[in-house]
């Protein structure tokens, strides 16, 4: 098809020809096959239509193949054929492909880009604030906004924590870039909450470690960026496992420079008063001693045997300690229980005392006396620490039970560390026994959560919480102290049986009722304030004469 057609030439390079609409053919599919194949013998002219449909691209090899594809291209309009001004010197069509090289058809430019490339710009503005989960604006923070044209601008935040930006092209977005992670300038760390600070459905959600740049895809207008919260946690320790030791020790850990010890009782009570409403995790620790697989699985092991028996899963824990106990464990468990019980002190080396221990445990739990050590004898001292418990909490073992109902425990509610996080010297109370250098870092630890967010923050990624994530409280455990009280008439003489209404610490007023010799005495903690509500004779009588002090 030879033509003389007009042709434009653009200053990028690109031709083209101009075609009255009278001249260009309309195939259908099948007229355009009819046609192309009078061309089929034709290696000059295969050629071109293969190049201009991508035939060594598309895999096309076969004549038949390039003249379908060629002709489904002019049925669909991506190519048109355009009329010879020029009759056919024979009966065979003279098919044209264009002077010189033929362009693939991927390469040809469209029509469409004679038009405007370069539209009108538009410019707007955007106004951004950051202030924390209460309100506080981060006054003086400085961040980085990247907008639409690539325009960079360095910020200080003013003392509402704001900053707006002008010309910014439309219609964006543009982007808050934010270090590795967000705090408060330290000058605004003590600064006021905006009065009446209240979260918005527009508000974007800033993480303290952001995962990458806040985009803001609307623009002429103000976001507000709410940081979230620092995770919290409050640790309260239980230290003092023997190396190896996966079974929670009751009563013996390490004594203390001021002559008191903390026990696992001592931290349950800790931490299943402070747990009301909250949720808990329990972490294990582990020495550096051994091969990291097998502390890990110490840590576990350590953690678990604490939860079970905090959540009051009496028959798994007492599963869990015959699968686990050394002899060690035993002794000790029978010393603390014979403690609790109150017939005296016994050693971990007495023989015959932890003879007659175990024989009482059983007779109390209506077991056989004798007879090898079994799980059923675990299960009686996982209820003597029960009892012990609730006289620690100053009430019975149904208090014990609604106590630990208002309890919730994360999913998982272990977490296990191994060897990777040791107790650094600021967290430690005292310094271990000569020799036993490791002792502090075999520990387990009740984790209290105030929010349910912090928690899935936690249980996501757990070294989150020793890493400087974390606001981590450690609250150590007080050590424990025999306080008694006497309860006598006017003129001092000892009521037998006599009632008095007793405040422990944090724990509120609850009936106690005195031995024959009309003494009162409980295990509160050290620094526990003691107060005497009421007191009465057996009968209800009389009147109080009573104190306050501090216990220790």
Known sequence: MKHEHPIIRTPSGAEYTLVPSYDIERWSLDEAVRQLEQIEEDGFSLRALARVVDADDLGLADPKQIIRRVAELLDRGSLVAIVSREAP??????????????????????????????????????????????????????????????????????????????????????????????????????????????????????????????????????????????????????????????????????????????????????????????????????????????????????????????????????????????????????????????????????????????????????????????????????????????????????????????VRWAEPAVLAFGERWPRPASERTDEAPDGVAALPHRRGSLLVFERADDVDAATGRPDALYDGDFVRTVLQVPGEVLVEIAVTSIDHTPLARGRAWIDIGDLGASPWIADASGMVRLVALAGDRIDVVAASDADGGGAMDGGEERAG
């Open 89 to 406: 010197t024979g009966l065979r069509p003279i098919f044209d492909f264009g002077r010189g090289t033929v362009a693939k058809s991927s390469e040809i430019v469209p029509l469409s880009s004679l038009r405007e490339t370069e539209p009108t710009l538009e410019f707007g503005w955007v106004s951004i604030e950051l202030v924390d989960g209460h309100g506080r604006p981060f006054a003086g923070f400085e961040t980085t906004l990247v907008h639409a044209d690539g325009r960079r601008d360095r910020v200080v935040l003013d003392a509402a924590g704001r900053h707006t930006a002008r010309r910014v092209l439309l219609p964006g977005p543009s982007r808050v870039e934010l270090p590795a992670r967000v705090e408060l300038p330290a000058a605004a760390k003590n600064g006021p909450a905006m009065d009446g600070f209240v979260r918005g459905p527009d508000d974007i959600a800033v993480p303290r470690k952001p995962t990458g740049p806040i985009v803001l895809t609307r623009l002429d207008r103000h976001h507000r960026l709410v940081v979230a919260d620092e995770p919290v946690v409050t640790e309260i320790p239980i230290d003092g496992w023997a190396q190896g030791s996966k079974v929670m020790r009751w009563g013996g850990m390490r004594p203390r420079s001021d002559g008191t010890v903390a026990t696992t009782r001592a931290a349950l009570r800790l931490a299943l008063w402070r747990g009301r409403g909250r949720t808990l995790v329990v972490a294990g620790h582990a020495d550096a001693f051994g091969q990291d697989s097998d502390n890990e699985t110490l840590s576990t092991e350590r953690a678990s045997s604490v939860q079970l028996f905090a959540a009051g899963r009496l028959d798994e824990w007492a599963d869990h300690a015959f699968a686990h106990a050394s002899d060690l464990d035993l002794r000790c468990a029978l010393v603390a229980c014979h403690a609790s019980g109150g017939p005296g002190a016994i050693a971990v080396d007495d023989d015959d005392g932890l003879s007659r221990a175990l024989a009482e445990l059983r007779r109390n739990a209506g077991l056989a006396e004798d007879g090898p050590v079994a799980v059923q004898d675990w299960r009686a001292i996982a209820e003597a620490y029960d009892i012990d418990l609730a006289r620690m909490l100053a009430t019975d073992l149904g208090g014990l039970a609604e106590l630990r109902a208002t």
